[in-house]
């Protein structure tokens, strides 16, 4: 577990890109085309479609954002984030990059946009089963692309999200969970956060006390986070995982107040490594915690706000002499 900060210096330039890639050779396309059609057929509730030669890529109350290309050569366009906005490019595609019918070279995106692009681009990828392993792998870049569009909003929240995850996984290890739980746990700390998307910057940077309508759009983060998932199949068993990984062990969290056992497991879990990163990470209104001070604060929480069973497997981590 590594928590020394990296520098930040280029990462609100850091590039998200949610394209959808091709290989590009004849019978490719040809199973990509009959996956879209398919994919078309089941979707007529959807709020988007895909179709060729016309790739829409996303659509939301504001924009269609299609990209225009015969040979669907995997040179669309991206989605950039720049200084805590996001952005439209299009990367010189063949017939160009539309939105709403308009050729758009540059564009700024609202934030529900890029959710949305990002949901389409996941939900394209559920259909394509033409090679598991690779679609296995772009869905995960996918997952990691949203949660650097949240981490893009909040700076001091760098790297949070693989950290948790690490921990999550780590934490579920020792604690003897079936191996085949561990990846998906992971993913779980991967997106936790993933709600406050939705959350504006300026709730999020505030150094000062949030007021009681701030507080309400912080604590929504988790159920808009289940919504923005729900639509992704594949994703299913995580969003227990993400609802509930600010509830209390005692019953005093939220969005459910579940208590106990009843708390689902993978957020218990979650929650505990959420915690200890939250605790030894610098935040504007105060320095990080050392490990040490940390695990004893874990301790301290067992059976109020952690569960003990996964507090005294973060202790086990922990134990002097143990390597971070
Ligand atoms: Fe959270």
Redesign the pocket.
């Known amino acids: 577990m590594d928590d020394t900060p990296e520098p930040d210096e280029n990462f609100n330039d850091r590039e998200m890109t949610i394209t959808l890639t091709h290989r590009g050779d004849a019978p490719f396309l040809e199973e990509k085309r009959r996956a879209i059609l398919q994919f078309r057929d089941n979707a007529r509730e959807l709020p988007f479609s895909l179709d060729i030669p016309q790739v829409v890529i996303g659509r939301s109350k504001e924009a269609d954002l299609c990209v225009n290309d015969h040979y669907m050569s995997g040179k669309h366009a991206r989605v950039l984030v720049i200084h805590n906005f996001y952005y439209l490019e299009d990367l010189n595609s063949r017939n160009g990059t539309t939105v709403n019918g308009k050729k758009v070279t540059f564009m700024r995106l609202a934030h529900q946009d890029v959710i949305q692009i990002g949901q389409t681009a996941f939900r394209f990828l559920q259909m394509d089963a033409i090679d598991g392993n690779y679609i296995k792998r772009l869905n995960l870049q996918a997952v990691q692309s949203l949660a650097l569009a949240v981490e893009a909003k909040d700076p001091y929240t760098k790297g949070h999200s693989e950290r948790v995850a690490e921990i999550s996984e780590h934490l579920a290890s020792v604690m003897g969970l079936p191996s085949t739980h561990l990846e998906r746990i992971r993913i779980a700390g991967v997106l936790?956060?993933i709600g406050k998307i939705g959350v504006p910057e300026s709730v999020l940077l505030k150094t000062g006390k949030l007021d009681p309508f701030e507080l309400e759009l912080i604590r929504k983060?988790?159920v808009d986070g289940q919504n923005i998932l729900r639509p992704l199949n594949f994703l299913g068993d995580i969003l227990p995982a993400v609802y509930h990984?600010?509830e209390r062990f005692d019953g005093g969290g939220y969005p459910t107040g579940l208590a106990g056992e009843a708390i689902p497991l993978w957020a218990r879990i979650v929650q505990v490594a959420?915690t200890y990163d939250a605790m030894t990470s610098d935040r504007p209104y105060r320095k990080a915690l050392s490990k040490e001070e940390a695990a004893r604060e874990i301790v301290r929480c067992s059976g109020t706000q952690c569960d003990p069973a996964v507090a005294k497997a973060m202790g086990e981590i922990l134990a002097p002499g143990k390597p971070g």
């Open positions: 936790h956060d983060h988790p990984h600010h959420d």
